[in-house]
């Protein structure tokens, strides 16, 4: 026998042979529930608190204000920065002041024609005529250094306001009213929707669930189940000393019905019905043509 002729018969055989793995069921198998994240929110600025406003196991919104810290010579450098931005005094000064030297300078530049004046004279008068044009544009240059100065004391004002990131649940409040913070995080939050659920899979099911899966989670305890889930990553790396690789799920909790924390078990949904070999499916008899 050939190499042709064996290739032929072990795809013969291939194509003939039950597709073990895609016709087994995946075992219902442990997963734990955790938020999808948790954030230990700081503040940029050091200071000290002047306000922490959630307390433990309240929920707290995207961009909602939770704390605040002393910002009284903050505000004052804004309020400062604010007057001088606004302030056209400067400029309208300069202006007047450039205007009167160009009417000065045409008034010589006409005498100049009759001799009234000496060539010094004009010479002396178009000179301030330009130096106090050029004052006019520093004057203007000086009022945007303002507004951008005051920009600049807002932001620094706007840094004694901490905002949560993320909406969720407060789990830990670290500081209280009055304390110094620097590097520390205030408090610590956790997003509880969509929650995680981690499963540990055993490496003999590698290449069975892929992200975008189904699955039905039941809860150990707490409300009663089962919820639908969606794989939302794979592990491309398993664990060689446990056989094992992780996967993570999504599930939606909108109202926060279900508590992080507790243990579960999850049974996975086949994502796409079995699919034959390529070869194996019979093709139809072509019609004979007459010869």
């Given at each position: 026998?050939?190499?042709?002729?064996?290739?032929?018969?072990?795809?013969?055989?291939?194509?003939?042979?039950?597709?073990?793995?895609?016709?087994?069921?995946?075992?219902?198998?442990?997963?734990?529930?955790?938020?999808?994240?948790?954030?230990?929110?700081?503040?940029?600025?050091?200071?000290?608190?002047?306000?922490?406003?959630?307390?433990?196991?309240?929920?707290?919104?995207?961009?909602?204000?939770?704390?605040?810290?002393?910002?009284?010579?903050?505000?004052?450098?804004?309020?400062?920065?604010?007057?001088?931005?606004?302030?056209?005094?400067?400029?309208?000064?300069?202006?007047?002041?450039?205007?009167?030297g160009q009417r000065t300078q045409e008034r010589n530049q006409a005498l100049r024609k009759t001799a009234a004046v000496s060539a010094h004279e004009l010479d002396q008068s178009t000179t301030e005529m330009r130096i106090a044009w050029m004052q006019v544009k520093q004057a203007r240059e000086?009022?945007?250094?303002?507004?951008?100065?005051?920009?600049?004391?807002?932001?620094?004002?706007?840094?004694?306001?901490?905002?949560?990131?993320?909406?969720?649940?407060?789990?830990?409040?670290?500081?209280?009213?009055?304390?110094?913070?620097?590097?520390?995080?205030?408090?610590?939050?956790?997003?509880?929707?969509?929650?995680?659920?981690?499963?540990?899979?055993?490496?003999?099911?590698?290449?069975?669930?892929?992200?975008?899966?189904?699955?039905?989670?039941?809860l150990a305890a707490g409300p009663v189940g089962p919820y639908q889930a969606v794989v939302e990553s794979v592990d491309r790396v398993a664990d060689a000393a446990s056989a094992t690789y992780g996967v993570r799920l999504s599930l939606p909790n909108p109202n926060y019905q279900i508590p992080?924390?507790?243990?579960?078990?999850?049974?996975?949904?086949?994502?796409?019905?079995?699919?034959?070999?390529?070869?194996?499916?019979?093709?139809?008899?072509?019609?004979?043509?007459?010869?």
């Amino acid at each position: 026998m050939n190499h042709t002729t064996g290739m032929a018969i072990g795809l013969a055989l291939l194509a003939n042979a039950p597709i073990q793995a895609a016709g087994d069921a995946l075992p219902v198998l442990d997963c734990i529930v955790q938020p999808s994240e948790i954030v230990d929110i700081g503040s940029g600025a050091p200071g000290v608190v002047a306000a922490i406003l959630p307390r433990r196991n309240e929920r707290v919104s995207s961009g909602a204000i939770i704390a605040r810290l002393e910002s009284g010579m903050e505000q004052a450098s804004a309020e400062l920065a604010k007057a001088r931005a606004s302030s056209k005094t400067e400029i309208r000064l300069r202006q007047a002041t450039a205007a009167f030297g160009q009417r000065t300078q045409e008034r010589n530049q006409a005498l100049r024609k009759t001799a009234a004046v000496s060539a010094h004279e004009l010479d002396q008068s178009t000179t301030e005529m330009r130096i106090a044009w050029m004052q006019v544009k520093q004057a203007r240059e000086n009022q945007h250094i303002a507004e951008l100065e005051y920009q600049r004391t807002l932001a620094a004002l706007e840094r004694r306001v901490i905002h949560s990131p993320v909406d969720g649940v407060v789990m830990q409040r670290f500081k209280s009213l009055g304390e110094y913070v620097d590097n520390e995080p205030l408090m610590r939050v956790a997003r509880l929707d969509p929650l995680h659920v981690e499963v540990i899979v055993p490496v003999e099911y590698l290449g069975r669930i892929d992200a975008g899966m189904l699955a039905e989670v039941t809860l150990a305890a707490g409300p009663v189940g089962p919820y639908q889930a969606v794989v939302e990553s794979v592990d491309r790396v398993a664990d060689a000393a446990s056989a094992t690789y992780g996967v993570r799920l999504s599930l939606p909790n909108p109202n926060y019905q279900i508590p992080a924390g507790l243990r579960c078990h999850v049974e996975f949904r086949p994502a796409r019905p079995e699919r034959p070999l390529a070869g194996s499916e019979t093709r139809q008899a072509e019609p004979d043509t007459p010869s």
